[in-house]
C-alpha cells in the first residue's frame, strides 16, 4: 500500500544548526509530496511541495527535492531558529480522483534551543 | 489571509452520544476534507466531498460518520454513536481545486474526548 515513513523524534538542536528530517515514501504510482508543519495549539499549515520528481519545494529557508530514484523527500534547512520548534509531517498525495486524500507520516517533533 | 476555522476547539462528551463537528472552509474552496489524529499516531484521512457528495472515503468513515454542507459556508462532521476510540483531534481542511497537487489547507483542529 502507498505509506510515509519519517525519521522518529525528537529532533533536538541548537540555534543556527543543520536540521535533516528524513521522509522515504512507497507509492503505487507518481505520487505529490508535501512537508506541512504543525507549531504548538495550531492546525497544520503547508511549508513546502513537489510534484514531479527532481521538483525542490523550499519556503522559509526550508528545502526538499523529490528524488524519485531514492524515493525520498527529505527535509533541510541550514540554519535552525527557535521559532522552527514544531511537529513536522511528510505527506504524499496520489492521482486516483479529485479530492485526493493526504496520507501522513508519523510527524516528527523539532526543538530548537537557543 | 483566509483560514480555515472549527468549532469548538474542545468537546467532551459520553460515549454513545452524537457530536457534531463544524468547519468553515475557504469561502472560495469547492473540496473539503475531515481527518483525524489519534494521540500519538499519525493523521488520518477520513472522508473528502465535492459537488454535496462525498468523493473518496477511508476504512475509518464508516457508518457512524457522516458529513454534510447544510448550507453555502459550513462542513460537518456528525458522530452518531461516539465511542472511546473516536478521541482524538479532527481536522477539516479545504482546497480550491481536486486533485493530487493541490494544496489543501488546515484549520485548527477540534480536540475530542469520549468519555
Known amino acids: 500500500g502507498n505509506s510515509v515513513t519519517q525519521m522518529e523524534g525528537p529532533v533536538t538542536l541548537s540555534e543556527e544548526a543543520f536540521l535533516t528530517i528524513n521522509c522515504t515514501y512507497t507509492?503505487?504510482?507518481?505520487?505529490?509530496l508535501f512537508w506541512y508543519v504543525q507549531y504548538p495549539g495550531e492546525g497544520l499549515q503547508l511549508l513546502l511541495k513537489?510534484?514531479?520528481?527532481?521538483d525542490k519545494g523550499s519556503n522559509k529557508g526550508f528545502e526538499a527535492t523529490y528524488r524519485k530514484e531514492t524515493t525520498s523527500f527529505h527535509l533541510e534547512k541550514g540554519s535552525v531558529q527557535v521559532s522552527d520548534s514544531a511537529v513536522y509531517f511528510c505527506a504524499l498525495s496520489l492521482a486516483n480522483q479529485a479530492g485526493t486524500a493526504l496520507i501522513f507520516g508519523k510527524g516528527t517533533t523539532l526543538s530548537v534551543s537557543s | 489571509e483566509p483560514e480555515v476555522t472549527q468549532t469548538p476547539s474542545h468537546q467532551v462528551t459520553q460515549m454513545g452520544q452524537e457530536v457534531i463537528l463544524r468547519c468553515v472552509p475557504i469561502s472560495n474552496h469547492l473540496y473539503f476534507y475531515w481527518y483525524r489524529q489519534i494521540l500519538g499516531q499519525k493523521v488520518e484521512f477520513l472522508v473528502s466531498?465535492?459537488?454535496?457528495?462525498?468523493?473518496?472515503k477511508s476504512e475509518i468513515f464508516d457508518d457512524q460518520f457522516s458529513v454534510e454542507r447544510p448550507d453555502g459556508s459550513n462542513f460537518t462532521l456528525k458522530i452518531r454513536s461516539t465511542k472511546l476510540e473516536d478521541s482524538a483531534m479532527y481536522f477539516c481542511a479545504s482546497s480550491d481545486r481536486g486533485g493530487p497537487k493541490e494544496t489543501q489547507y488546515f484549520g485548527p483542529g477540534t480536540r475530542l474526548l469520549v468519555l
Open positions: 507509492a503505487t504510482g507518481y505520487p505529490s
Open positions: 513537489a510534484t514531479k520528481a527532481d
Open positions: 466531498f465535492y459537488n454535496n457528495e462525498i468523493s473518496e
